[in-house]
């Protein structure tokens, strides 16, 4: 079956740089993605979402790039800070399914001090 | 707003058991889907509940039941029950209105079947 996966399953980054996490998907009938933050013991919050007929999305500290030529996602955190540390995951999703959300295995990313 | 609340946080069941979660959607959301996830995996989709009716179901057994009631909430309903059912149990509540829209979790059900 078609899946979202990611990457790399950890990344480090120091407190203040920028951290950029990755996504690849493989459904090309997929059009709308959401990245996702999950903290040790809670649920995935919403970061920030992107449809398939934009190729950029910035929200606070955070920009999503979406590249459908090559089915790629990422997630660009600006001056990442401590309070960033968790499981990011991306899902997609596609307008004929009925928003069932199909997510990657996660990236921990984690902030040093 | 209360966002999407779910019940209980912990449970630990024997094997063969059956067991019920609940969700209550963010408000003014019609759609509740669940989710179960692993340790160290991502959520996978369970099915998705709308107008009381199962509208999509993902890859997984009869086992796993549902139910939608009038006020949008819901149950997810699991019989007897594997040690492998042991997860996170994840709700997320949605709109219908404009196509697609964000998706807002719970914080989970953490199920622990012995």
């Known amino acids: 079956g078609e899946s979202v996966g990611l990457h790399l399953p950890t990344l480090s980054v120091q407190e203040g740089d920028n951290s950029i996490i990755n996504c690849a998907y493989s459904n090309s009938a997929s059009d709308y993605f959401i990245w996702y933050k999950q903290e040790s013991g809670k649920g995935p919050q919403f970061i920030i979402d992107i449809r398939s007929n934009m190729d950029k999305r910035q929200g606070q500290r955070v920009t999503v790039l979406l590249n459908k030529t090559v089915k790629h996602l990422s997630l660009q955190i600006a001056a990442t800070q401590p309070g960033d540390s968790a499981v990011y995951f991306c899902?997609?999703?596609?307008?004929?399914?009925?928003?069932?959300?199909?997510f990657g295995s996660g990236t921990q990313l984690t902030v040093l001090p | 707003d209360a966002g999407v609340t779910q019940s209980p946080t912990h449970l630990i069941k024997t094997r063969g058991q059956q067991v019920t979660l609940r969700c209550s959607p963010k408000s003014g959301h019609d759609t509740v889907s669940w989710y179960q996830q692993a340790l160290g995996q991502g959520p996978q989709f369970i099915f998705q509940?709308?107008?009381?009716?199962?509208?999509q179901r993902g890859n997984f057994p009869d086992r796993f039941s549902g139910h939608q009631f009038p006020n949008y909430s819901s149950e997810l309903n699991v019989n007897a029950l594997l040690l492998g059912d042991s997860a996170l149990y994840l709700c997320?509540?949605?709109?219908?209105?404009?196509?697609?829209?964000?998706?807002?979790f719970g914080q989970g059900t953490r199920l622990t079947v012995v």
């Open positions: 899902a997609e999703n596609f307008s004929g399914s009925a928003r069932q959300l199909t």
């Open positions: 509940y709308y107008e009381e009716e199962e509208r």
């Open positions: 997320a509540s949605s709109g219908l209105t404009g196509g697609n829209t964000e998706a807002f």
